[in-house]
């Protein structure tokens, strides 16, 4: 990080009465970045966006902001802003007085405030409805105007909690890249809660995978995808194939397990001989073989089994094969020429020493 | 038969008031049949009774007053319970609302003697304080129906868009709240303006229109007590209907925008 990073967590636990919600979350978060929250329902996302909002005060710990320590302030005098669930819109306002409603408190005068706001709603698209009441509003619309209202007033960090949830498939993917175009514009810092990998993996610079109120992670999209650190960050995000096995020897930088059918060859080290571990291999990362054409020709890294059945997904096909020691998935893009395995055929997959991740937990 | 006993049911309960009603324009002082022909004497007569007019003053003076003061107490008491969670909720919800269980007599007598123990003189003020007493569990029970729908996601958007904890509630929880509590102030305001047991101990020299029918009638059955009853029933009806329409409008509005 070259730039002073804009919101700093130090040791942020938070309990609600005997349960603790949050545990020792550390976390610093750059100028600019979109940085998810990503994780199973109840771990502790939302919880966590309130803290940095002024809604909830942590149990220990301080948060900062553009290097100021907030965690006394409530949440008017944060220099952030939050774009809600359900919105929360005022049902007693029009979209203008909506999004007005910041600008108004800061006493800008009438002509600054109506030049910013039409400026915002054109930014969101929603120019021609300024006078519109809030009831009248499809979800989508209402969404934008949620973003808009936030936005205008040009925070340091824009929260969004789950802001698609409420909203149906097709209308989502559209407003997930309006977020990405209105992040580009504004370069506002977005902290995004979800619990949808696809949405965290298609908006973030970011991600913070958590679990149970701790940061099991944080990566890039890419790294959280190849080079999981754990079991629940490796099943969290995608599909994988999870092989389990223990540590037989281990020769320089490679490490031999043992996974039941046979040994395989892990570019990896520091895992103990003996070690209970896992082995994550993607289903692209895959390759599969009739067993006819390639026995004998390999030692490591492969399963034999027979195809269970084939899943024909558009751009992609899913093989699921069944083997001794799991079900594997293969996945590959849709052969132009015809798919040539078919339920029921003997198959071996295999895959490269680089391809799996050794797990220890 | 079930259908009969309702036909019964609905004629016996509202006989009587049509019955009223048609004679308060009666032309003749007779109150019995057969119906002569339509008049409003009875109506001149008293608006221009001193008595009568004097103590509908009372009433309305009186019913704006106890609606007032209860308007302010009960709108906090049912914003407070709205914020209070389980246990401590129920039996704060409890607590306000039993009081409607208490028989009139009873909250009148104990309000003569307290008034008695400071030494405070009966008035139209005692009148008032006690009416506050009668009405405030029923605001608080007709506003908690809305305001338990209330999204207090609603006030956390405020603050977060930088408004303070007293401008949050003025710009935003009181506007939105707003015509329900007009509707259960305009429901208070009828309470009261009937209101007669509790009214009957606490007045001293004092008379409200509920009380001026009642002591005409310890005189004699005359038209002019029907139209005096039928002007106190027609606005208090009609008060309840707009002051109920208000608040059920309300809550319906936001049953509809939670879902
Ligand atoms: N005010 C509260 N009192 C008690 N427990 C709470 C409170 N708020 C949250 N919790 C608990 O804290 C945990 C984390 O809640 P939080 O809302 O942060 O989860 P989340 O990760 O946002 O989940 P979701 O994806 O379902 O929104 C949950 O188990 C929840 O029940
Ligand atoms: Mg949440």
Redesign the interface.
């Known amino acids: 990080m070259t730039t002073p990073p804009i919101v700093e967590l130090y040791g942020v636990t938070k309990s609600f009465g005997a349960f603790t919600v949050l545990n020792d979350i550390d976390l610093k978060i750059a100028d600019g970045e979109i940085l998810t929250l990503l994780g199973p329902s109840g771990c502790g996302k939302t919880t966590l966006m309130r803290i940095v909002a002024g809604f909830e005060q942590s149990t220990h710990g301080r948060v900062l902001l553009r290097g100021v320590d907030v965690s006394n302030q409530p949440p008017e005098r944060r220099p952030v802003n939050m774009v809600f669930q359900r919105y929360a819109l005022f049902p007693h306002l029009d979209v203008f007085d909506n999004v007005a409603f910041g600008l108004r408190l800061k006493k800008k005068s009438k002509s600054e405030i109506k030049k910013t706001v039409t400026h915002m709603l054109e930014l969101v698209q929603l120019g021609e409805y300024a006078n519109r009441w809030i009831t009248e509003l499809s979800g989508g619309q209402a969404q934008r105007v949620a973003l808009a209202r936030a936005l205008v007033n040009e925070p340091s960090v824009l929260l969004l909690d789950e802001p698609l949830a409420a909203l149906d498939l097709k209308i989502r993917h559209h407003m997930l890249a309006e977020l990405k175009r209105i992040h580009v514009e504004t370069g506002t810092t977005f902290i995004y809660v979800t619990h949808d990998q696809d949405e965290a993996t298609i908006l973030s610079d970011r991600i913070v995978l958590m679990n149970k109120g701790a940061i099991e992670q944080i990566g890039t999209p890419e790294e959280m995808y190849a080079r999981p650190q754990s079991l629940f960050c490796a099943k969290f995000l995608g599909e994988t194939n999870i092989l389990s096995g223990s540590v037989i020897s281990a020769e320089g930088d490679t490490t031999y397990v043992d996974i039941g059918a046979g040994a395989a060859k892990v570019a990896m080290n520091g895992v103990p001989v003996g070690s209970q571990v896992s082995l994550a291999v993607r289903p692209e990362a895959i390759r599969l073989d009739k067993v006819r054409e390639v026995a004998g020709k390999e030692n490591f890294n492969f399963v034999d089994g027979v195809i269970q059945d084939v899943v024909f997904m558009g751009s992609r096909v899913v093989y699921n094969i069944r083997t001794p020691i799991n079900l594997i998935k293969y996945q590959e893009t849709r052969p132009v020429h015809g798919i040539s395995l078919e339920r029921g055929d003997e198959v071996r997959a295999s895959w490269a020493a680089d391809a799996a991740v050794l797990l220890t937990h | 038969m079930l259908r009969a006993y309702i036909w019964i049911y609905v004629a016996f309960l509202y006989a009587p008031m049509a019955i009223i009603t048609l004679f308060s324009f009666h032309s003749s002082p007779s109150l019995t049949f057969p119906f002569e022909g339509f008049s409003l004497r009875w109506y001149e007569k008293i608006f221009s009774d001193a008595n009568f007019m004097h103590s509908l003053w009372n009433s309305v003076i009186v019913g704006a007053a106890a609606a007032a003061v209860t308007t302010v107490l009960g709108s906090l008491a049912a914003l407070g319970l709205a914020r209070m969670k389980g246990k401590t909720k129920a039996v704060f919800g409890l607590l306000a609302f039993a009081p409607v269980g208490l028989p009139g007599l009873f909250l009148g007598i104990s309000l003569v003697i307290l008034y008695a123990q400071i030494g405070l003189p009966r008035s139209l003020f005692t009148i008032v304080i006690a009416h506050v007493l009668f009405t405030i569990p029923f605001f608080i029970e007709t506003m908690r129906s809305r305001v338990e729908y209330f ?1 207090l ?2 006030e ?9 904890p007293l ?1 949050t509630f003025w ?2 929880t009181l ?2 709240i707003a015509p329900t509590i007009a509707g259960a102030a305009i429901l208070a305001f009828a309470l009261s303006f009937d209101e007669f047991i509790i009214t009957v101990f606490v007045s001293g020299n004092e008379t409200t229109l509920p009380l001026l029918i009642w002591s005409m009638m310890r005189r004699a059955v005359s038209p002019d007590i029907n139209a005096a009853s039928v002007l106190s029933l027609s606005l208090s009806i009609g008060l309840i209907l707009i002051g109920g329409l208000i608040v059920w409008y309300q809550r319906r509005k936001a049953i509809g ?1 939670r879902a």
């Open positions: 999204d996601g609603l956390e958007a405020a603050r977060d868009l930088g408004a303070g401008r710009l935003v506007p939105i925008s």
